[in-house]
C-alpha cells in the first residue's frame, strides 16, 4: 500500500493511458480476429463427423389428410386418446374480416371438414407439428437429471428410463410438443423416428406422407435434399424470437401460425 | 476450536461421505459419457422396432399390386399410408391388422373440397354431391385411379 | 377410460385454439403448494432473523416458534413435488446427476443447505444448553433422545455457551441469504421458463421473495396466537403490534412489486397480451382479483394501516389480527395459484384456453393437497413438545 501512496500521479498517469491502450488495442484485435458472425438460419451445425438432422416441411405441400398423425400412434406406441401427440396437424383459416380460426380435431388424425364459406375465406391452410428437434432445446436446458438431451446427431431424445416424469420439460417447450405418457409417467415426445433413421428408414410421418410435404435430412451435407429445401424456398422456424435454435424448417409459413 | 465444530464437522463429513459413496453406487452405467446423459439411452432408443417397413417389404409377396399401383396417379404414395401398418403381417401372414379402406369419409380425407388443400398436389371432388351415396373404389380402383 | 374422463369434459371445455397436448395441466395443486410452503419457510425464518440480527426485542417471544415453525414446514417442502413426481422413486436421481443447466436440479442442494446448514444448526446452538439440561433432568428413552440431540457435546459452561452464541449469529447472518436465494430460486424456477410470457418475467423471484415474507410473517403470527390459545397463556401484545407492522410494511412491498410487474405488462403489451388480458379478466377473474389482490392484499392493507394510526381495544385488536393472518394466508395461496395454474391455462398458441377442474381425489387432487398442508402443523406441535420454547432456562439473556 506504502508503496502506491508513494507513486508520482505523473507515473501513475502513463501507467494509466499504457493500461487502457492494451485494453482498448485487445478489444480491436479480438474483434477483427473473431467478427460478429450472422446466423443465417436458427442453428448453425457445431463441429463433429456424421449426420446432423434437420427437418423440412412445405405448407403448400400439405393436403391435411392426417396420415402422419396417425402413423406416428401406431409407430411409436402413443396412446390413442386425443390428448397424447407427437405429431398432429393444425388447420388454419384467416378470414375475410381477419379473424383467425385454428383447429386440430384429434391432431387432425379424422381429418378436416371445412365449415365456413369459402367466400369469408381469406386464405387457409395446414401446418403439420412435431418436435423442432431445437438445437438450443428450452427442454434440455430444464431437465433436471439429463433424461432428456441433443444426440450427437441433432435429435432430442427421452431417455425414459431415467425420466422422473417431472414435467418441467413439458412447461418449457414453447410448442407444446411433449406430453406423459399416461401408463408410463414419463414424458414422450417425436424422436424423428430415431429408431427408424438409424436403420435407414424415413420417420413413419414421412414415410406414409401422400405428397412429401415433410421431409428430414443431413443438415451438414451440403448437397443433400434437405439443404437445397432450405435453398430453394423462403423458409421460416416457429417462435424464432425464443431463439430456440430450431431445425425445423417451414416453407410457407404465415406469421400467424404459432 | 470448540467442540461444537468438531464434533459438527464429524456430522457433516459423515453426511457428504455417504453421499458420495451412494452416489457412486447409483450413478448409472454410461452416464456422462457424451453429455449430461446416460450414452446407452441413444442405443435403446435406437432399439425399437419399426412397425411400417416400407414397400420393399410389400413387394415380396405382392409385387402385382405395387407394380400397377406405381403406374398410377397414386404411385408416390407408400402402401402402408393406406393399409397400416405391415410389421405383425410380415411375421405372420394370417395377421389381420392389414386396413382395407374405402368409402367415402377415407377417401374425402385427401379428396374432398377443402380451401386449404392445393389443388397443385390433390385432385378435389365434391364428395356430397358427387355420385351420393356410392362407395368410392366401386368405380375408382385406388391402385389404378382414373383407369 | 375412468382416468381420462376427466380430459374427456376438458376437452369439451377449450376455448378457442390449444395444442392438442395442452388439455391436461402438467402441474396441480401439489406444485402449487411446493412454492407456497417453501414461502411459508424463508418467511417465517426472515421474522426470526429479524430479532437475532436486527435486533428487534419485541418479537422476542416469538423468535423460537418461528424457528420451529420454519423448520415443521420445511421437513415437507420436497413432499409435495416427489409426490407429483411419475416416478416418485426416482427422486434420487436429482441429487447424484443433476444438469447444471437446469433451475431445479440446484433445489436438492439449496434445500439440503438450508435444512442441515441453516435451519437445523441455528436450532441446535440455540437448544443444546436446554438439550444438555433436559437430558439430564428426563428418564428413560427421552433421556437418550435428548443425548442423542446434543451429540454428545455436554459442556455447558459459559465459555462453551458464549460459543454457541457467537456461531448461532453467524448461522442467522448466512441464513438471511440463504432464505432469500431459497425463496428466490424457486420463484427463478417459474420466472426463467421463456415459453410462457405468464412466468417468464426477471420480477418473479423478487415477487416470490417478498410474498414469502408476507405469508411467512403472518403464519407466525397465526401460530403465535393459536398456541398461546390453546396453552391459555396471555399473548404479548406489543410483540403481536410489531410484527403486525413488519406484515404492513412488507404486504406495501409486495403489492407495490406485483403492481410493477402488471403494470410493465400492460404498458408494453407484448405479443402475448391479449391472451393474459383474456386470462387475468376471465379464468382467473375470482382467484386473482377477489382472492389475491382483495381479500389477500386490500383488507389486510386497510386494516393494518388502520391500525397504524388508532389502536382499537386489545381484544379487537387480537381479532384482527387473527382474521389478518388467515386472509393473508388465503391470499398468498391463491397467488401461488394464480402463477401456477394461471400459467398453464392459456396455450402457448396464444389462441386460447384449456379447461381445469381441480380433482377430489386421486394423487394430484384436493385431499391430497390438505394432506400436505396438515401435516407440516402436527409436525409443528411434535417438534414443540420436543422442544418447547416455553421451557428454555434463560440465562442467556443477562448476557445479551
Given at each position: 500500500m506504502a508503496i502506491i501512496n508513494n507513486k508520482s500521479p505523473e507515473k501513475d498517469r502513463r501507467k494509466f493511458i499504457k493500461t487502457a491502450g492494451f485494453i482498448t488495442g485487445g478489444i480491436v484485435l479480438t474483434s477483427a480476429l473473431k467478427p460478429f458472425k450472422i446466423m443465417v438460419f436458427a442453428a448453425k451445425e457445431p463441429e463433429g463427423e456424421g449426420p446432423w438432422y434437420g427437418i423440412g416441411i412445405d405448407i403448400e405441400k400439405c393436403i391435411g389428410c392426417g396420415n402422419c398423425a396417425s402413423s406416428c400412434k401406431q409407430e411409436n406406441d402413443v396412446p390413442e386418446e386425443p390428448f397424447y401427440f407427437r405429431s398432429w396437424v393444425e388447420k388454419y383459416t384467416i378470414m375475410e374480416n381477419e379473424e383467425v380460426i385454428v383447429q386440430a380435431p384429434n391432431g387432425g388424425i379424422d381429418g378436416f371438414d371445412q365449415d365456413v364459406e369459402n367466400e369469408d375465406i381469406m386464405k387457409s391452410f395446414f401446418v403439420p407439428k412435431m418436435c423442432n428437434h431445437c438445437h438450443k432445446s428450452p427442454c434440455v436446458q430444464v431437465c433436471p437429471v439429463g433424461a432428456t438431451f441433443d444426440s450427437p446427431d441433432g435429435v432430442v431424445l427421452v431417455d425414459q428410463e431415467y425420466c422422473i416424469g417431472c414435467r418441467y420439460c413439458i412447461q418449457a417447450c414453447p410448442y407444446g410438443c411433449r406430453y406423459i405418457h399416461p401408463e408410463k409417467k414419463v414424458v414422450d415426445k417425436c424422436t424423428l423416428c430415431y429408431h427408424r433413421i438409424v436403420k435407414g428408414l424415413p420417420p413413419a410421418c414421412m414415410d406414409v406422407c401422400p405428397t412429401g410435404a415433410r421431409i428430414f435430412g443431413d443438415l451438414r451435407d451440403k448437397k443433400g435434399d434437405l439443404h437445397k429445401f432450405i435453398k430453394k424456398h423462403n423458409c421460416h422456424v416457429l417462435k424464432s424470437h425464443l431463439n430456440t435454435g430450431s431445425k425445423l424448417y417451414y416453407n410457407g409459413l404465415n406469421q400467424e401460425v404459432r | 476450536m470448540p467442540l461444537q465444530i468438531k464434533r459438527l464437522l464429524i456430522v457433516f463429513a459423515i453426511v457428504i461421505g455417504l453421499f458420495l459413496v451412494l452416489r457412486h453406487f447409483l450413478i448409472p452405467e454410461s452416464f456422462?459419457?457424451?453429455?449430461?446423459?446416460?450414452?446407452?439411452?441413444?442405443?435403446?432408443?435406437?432399439?425399437?422396432?419399426?412397425?411400417?417397413?416400407?414397400?420393399?417389404?410389400?413387394?415380396?409377396?405382392?409385387?402385382?399390386?405395387v407394380e400397377l399401383k406405381l403406374e398410377g396417379l397414386h404411385d408416390v404414395i407408400s402402401c402402408e399410408s393406406c393399409h397400416g401398418p405391415a410389421h405383425l403381417h410380415n411375421i405372420s401372414e394370417e395377421s389381420e391388422d392389414i386396413l382395407k379402406p374405402g368409402g367415402r369419409d377415407f377417401c374425402g380425407k385427401c379428396h374432398s373440397l377443402n380451401t386449404a388443400r392445393s389443388d397443385d398436389y390433390v385432385l378435389q371432388i365434391d364428395i356430397e354431391e358427387h355420385n351420393k351415396g356410392k362407395n368410392c373404389v366401386k368405380c375408382h380402383n385406388p391402385h389404378e385411379p382414373w383407369q | 377410460m375412468d382416468h381420462v374422463a376427466h380430459l374427456y369434459e376438458a376437452l369439451s371445455k377449450v376455448d378457442g385454439f390449444i395444442y392438442p397436448n395442452e388439455i391436461e395441466l402438467s402441474w396441480s395443486i401439489l406444485i402449487v403448494l411446493y412454492p407456497y410452503i417453501t414461502g411459508l419457510v424463508a418467511g417465517a425464518f426472515i421474522l426470526a432473523s429479524l430479532n437475532r440480527v436486527f435486533n428487534v426485542k419485541a418479537l422476542k417471544p416469538t423468535y423460537h416458534l418461528s424457528l420451529l415453525t420454519a423448520l415443521a414446514f420445511l421437513l415437507i417442502a420436497t413432499m409435495p413435488l416427489i409426490n407429483h413426481l411419475g416416478h416418485p422413486g426416482r427422486f434420487y436421481e436429482l441429487m447424484i446427476t443433476p444438469n447444471p443447466t437446469?433451475?431445479?436440479?440446484?433445489?436438492?442442494?439449496?434445500?439440503?443447505?438450508?435444512?442441515?446448514?441453516?435451519?437445523?444448526?441455528?436450532?441446535?446452538?440455540?437448544?443444546?444448553?436446554?438439550?444438555?439440561?433436559?437430558?439430564?433432568?428426563?428418564?428413560?428413552?427421552?433421556?437418550?433422545?435428548?443425548?442423542?440431540?446434543?451429540?454428545?457435546?455436554?459442556?455447558?459452561?459459559?465459555?462453551?455457551?458464549?460459543?454457541?452464541?457467537?456461531?448461532?449469529?453467524?448461522?442467522?447472518?448466512?441464513?438471511?441469504?440463504?432464505?432469500?436465494?431459497?425463496?428466490?430460486?424457486?420463484?427463478?424456477?417459474?420466472?426463467?421458463?421463456?415459453?410462457?410470457?405468464?412466468?417468464?418475467?426477471?420480477?418473479?423471484?423478487?415477487?416470490?421473495?417478498?410474498?414469502?415474507?408476507?405469508?411467512?410473517?403472518?403464519?407466525?403470527?397465526?401460530?403465535?396466537?393459536?398456541?398461546?390459545?390453546?396453552?391459555?397463556?396471555?399473548?404479548?401484545?406489543?410483540?403481536?403490534?410489531?410484527?403486525?407492522?413488519?406484515?404492513?410494511?412488507?404486504?406495501?412491498?409486495?403489492?407495490?412489486?406485483?403492481?410493477?410487474?402488471?403494470?410493465?405488462?400492460?404498458?408494453?403489451?407484448?405479443?402475448?397480451?391479449?391472451?393474459?388480458?383474456?386470462?387475468?379478466?376471465?379464468?382467473?377473474?375470482?382467484?386473482?382479483?377477489?382472492?389475491?389482490?382483495?381479500?389477500?392484499?386490500?383488507?389486510?392493507?386497510?386494516?393494518?394501516?388502520?391500525?397504524?394510526?388508532?389502536?382499537?381495544?386489545?381484544?379487537?385488536?387480537?381479532?384482527?389480527?387473527?382474521?389478518?393472518?388467515?386472509?393473508?394466508?388465503?391470499?398468498?395461496?391463491?397467488?401461488?395459484?394464480?402463477?401456477?395454474?394461471?400459467?398453464?391455462?392459456?396455450?402457448?398458441?396464444?389462441?386460447?384456453?384449456?379447461?381445469?377442474?381441480?380433482?377430489?381425489?386421486?394423487?394430484?387432487?384436493?385431499?391430497?393437497?390438505?394432506?400436505?398442508?396438515?401435516?407440516?402443523?402436527?409436525?409443528?406441535?411434535?417438534?414443540?413438545?420436543?422442544?418447547?420454547?416455553?421451557?428454555?432456562?434463560?440465562?442467556?439473556?443477562?448476557?445479551?
Open positions: - | 456422462g459419457e457424451e453429455g449430461h446423459y446416460r450414452f446407452l439411452a441413444i442405443a435403446e432408443n435406437a432399439a425399437l422396432e419399426a412397425k411400417y417397413q416400407g414397400e420393399e417389404s410389400c413387394k415380396e409377396c405382392h409385387n402385382d399390386i | 437446469s433451475a431445479m436440479a440446484i433445489f436438492g442442494f439449496v434445500y439440503v443447505w438450508y435444512l442441515m446448514v441453516v435451519l437445523l444448526l441455528e436450532i441446535w446452538f440455540d437448544y443444546r444448553k436446554d438439550l444438555v439440561i433436559w437430558s439430564n433432568e428426563k428418564k428413560g428413552i427421552m433421556k437418550w433422545v435428548y443425548k442423542i440431540l446434543t451429540l454428545g457435546v455436554m459442556d455447558i459452561s459459559p465459555k462453551a455457551l458464549k460459543w454457541d452464541e457467537k456461531l448461532g449469529y453467524i448461522i442467522t447472518v448466512i441464513g438471511i441469504p440463504s432464505a432469500f436465494l431459497l425463496h428466490g430460486y424457486v420463484g427463478f424456477i417459474f420466472g426463467s421458463v421463456k415459453a410462457n410470457p405468464w412466468w417468464s418475467s426477471v420480477m418473479m423471484p423478487v415477487i416470490f421473495l417478498f410474498s414469502a415474507m408476507v405469508s411467512g410473517i403472518a403464519l407466525v403470527m397465526f401460530v403465535y396466537m393459536v398456541v398461546n390459545y390453546l396453552r391459555k397463556q396471555k399473548i404479548d401484545m406489543l410483540c403481536l403490534d410489531t410484527i403486525a407492522k413488519y406484515l404492513f410494511y412488507v404486504i406495501i412491498l409486495d403489492f407495490t412489486l406485483e403492481a410493477l410487474d402488471q403494470i410493465h405488462r400492460i404498458y408494453e403489451a407484448e405479443e402475448s397480451f391479449e391472451i393474459i388480458s383474456l386470462l387475468v379478466s376471465g379464468k382467473l377473474n375470482f382467484t386473482l382479483i377477489i382472492m389475491q389482490v382483495f381479500i389477500g392484499m386490500i383488507i389486510p392493507l386497510l386494516a393494518l394501516g388502520f391500525m397504524q394510526f388508532y389502536k382499537p381495544k386489545e381484544n379487537v385488536r387480537k381479532f384482527i389480527y387473527f382474521i389478518i393472518s388467515l386472509l393473508v394466508l388465503i391470499g398468498i395461496f391463491f397467488m401461488r395459484w394464480n402463477v401456477v395454474i394461471g400459467g398453464q391455462l392459456f396455450s402457448k398458441s396464444f389462441y386460447g384456453f384449456t379447461h381445469f377442474k381441480l380433482q377430489l381425489i386421486g394423487s394430484e387432487g384436493f385431499l391430497m393437497g390438505l394432506v400436505w398442508l396438515i401435516v407440516p402443523f402436527l409436525i409443528l406441535a411434535g417438534l414443540l413438545w420436543l422442544l418447547p420454547p416455553w421451557k428454555k432456562s434463560h440465562t442467556e439473556e443477562s448476557s445479551n
